[in-house]
């Protein structure tokens, strides 16, 4: 009965624990985050010169005429996930397939895009059930159009101790592709 009980109390400290989030507006204010934020913005910016660049050598060769001056959603990715057991953010590498740290309970996660995506296609998914969009940021460019987003989603589950999670998303411009990237969390 002992174990038991002091087994009771350890799981009822984590579960304490797994709730325990600061808020959204606190963790991206972070010096930090806010430095992480910056390198984002500067890798979709980095695209987005190079898609320039690209636009303006097939305009000089006659073969395209652009409609609009924002690109179709070319790429998405999760970049960062903060929780109630790892309450750093854990910063992704492009292209990784897991977390660096182990997670648990109720979790932030950060997604970036270049392009525009259609709005109401946009869905993060944890274990197959949808999370909720907490915020979006557009990432502008010198000539302060929108070029890319930096998202926020939250997992409100406590009881959370890993799973995959999937991001995908519509491009609102022709062609209409869809992206997506998945991501387990440790």
Known sequence: MKKFLLGLAAFSTFSTIASQLPSLESVVQESGFLAYQQTL????LNTHENYQLYIDSLKSKGEIVPMAP???LTYLEIRGVLSAQSPSWDYVAVGDFSTNE????EFYAVTVEYGYAT????????????LSLAQSEPIKDSGNTVI?????????????TSG?????????????NRED??????
């Not at 913005?41 to 979709?44: A, F, L, P, S």
């Not at 182990?102 to 309970?105: F, L, N």
Request: proline fraction near 5%; glycine fraction near 8%; avoid cysteine.
């Open 119 to 130: 709005p109401s296609s946009r869905r993060f998914q944890l274990n197959g059930s949808n």
């Open 41 to 44: 913005k500067k890798e979709v």
């Open 164 to 176: 995959t999670s999937t991001y995908q998303a519509v491009s609102i411009n022709f062609p209409y």
């Open 70 to 72: 924002a690109p179709e």
């Open 181 to 186: 990237d998945r991501l387990y969390i440790r």
């Open 102 to 105: 182990d997670h648990g309970g």
């Open 148 to 160: 890319g987003w930096i998202n926020y989603w939250h997992n409100t589950q406590t009881n959370f």
